[in-house]
């Protein structure tokens, strides 16, 4: 230790142990005294710090001191695209629509919220329950405008 650290050192010292007494500024009583062993410890060597191959056994071919390999490859590594993808990457099915059910029930009108915010007013006798803020992705198809679902572009139900 140089001087220059020698003193920072000192005072951390100082005020860690009198840290320890100034709880509420009485003495500890004896009963709440930590116990000091009356003799040091027989081994001054550390003891070494626990990994997770450690405790495997010797069967497993990597030595006592070392961590088990967790695979015998390397990864590959990635290149950088060389420019956006020609196809989208998120294909879905013609006429699918993914969103939240903001209208629900046993039907058949439900009401759609797309993930463009687009509103949608769909009817589907034969879709069952859809319960309010469930996430779905239906199947849509354009259909006149004979049933009122309420508002929101009209659309049939063709398929989940």
């Known amino acids: 230790m140089t001087p220059r650290t020698a003193l920072p050192a000192a005072l951390a010292v100082a005020l860690l ?13 004896d009963d709440r005294r930590p116990s000091v062993p009356a003799t040091p410890p027989t081994s001054a060597a550390p003891a070494a710090p626990s990994t997770p191959g450690a405790d495997a056994p010797a069967a497993s071919g990597a030595p006592a001191d070392r961590p088990t390999p967790l ?8 290149r950088r695209p060389a420019g ?13 629509v993914a969103g939240w059910i903001t209208r629900g029930g046993p039907g058949p009108c439900y009401g759609l919220v797309d993930e463009n ?20 992705t239906l199947r849509l ?3 006149d405008r004979s049933v009122d679902c309420g508002p929101g572009v009209p659309m049939r139900i063709v398929g989940p």
């Open 17 to 29: 142990t009198t840290a320890g007494c100034a709880g509420n500024g009485g003495p500890v009583p």
């Open 71 to 78: 695979s015998a490859t390397e990864l590959p590594t990635l």
């Open 117 to 136: 915010g687009r509103e949608y007013a769909v009817h589907g006798p034969d879709a069952g329950e859809l319960r309010e803020g469930d996430f779905v």
């Open 84 to 96: 956006p993808p020609k196809k989208p990457t998120d294909n879905r099915p013609t006429g699918a």
């Open 141 to 143: 198809a354009s259909r």
